[in-house]
């Protein structure tokens, strides 16, 4: 009583394959697959250039007689 046995596995995964359909299932695993992979990338794509600290830019603009001092940073 404790376990599962391969037997309830199978109709288990039986009556998940007669609700959805194979094709619905395929494609929630291509999706899946899909997001695994993109997650990964991304990991692989943080970790591989270290981060640069951005570079300030000040300026000064006149608007209607008004100076506005602006600070911005570039992306790199």
Do not use: C, R, Y
Request: proline share 3%; net charge positive.
């Amino acid at each position: 009583m404790g376990s599962f046995s391969i037997w309830h596995w199978l109709i288990v995964l039986l009556v998940i394959v007669l609700i959805f359909g194979t094709s619905k299932l395929k494609n929630i695993g291509k999706d899946l697959g899909g997001a695994i992979k993109g997650f990964k990338e991304g990991m692989a794509e943080g970790s591989a250039e270290p981060a640069k600290p951005a570079a300030k830019v000040e300026e000064t603009k006149q608007v209607a007689g008004q100076t506005i001092d602006v600070q911005a940073k570039e992306k790199s």
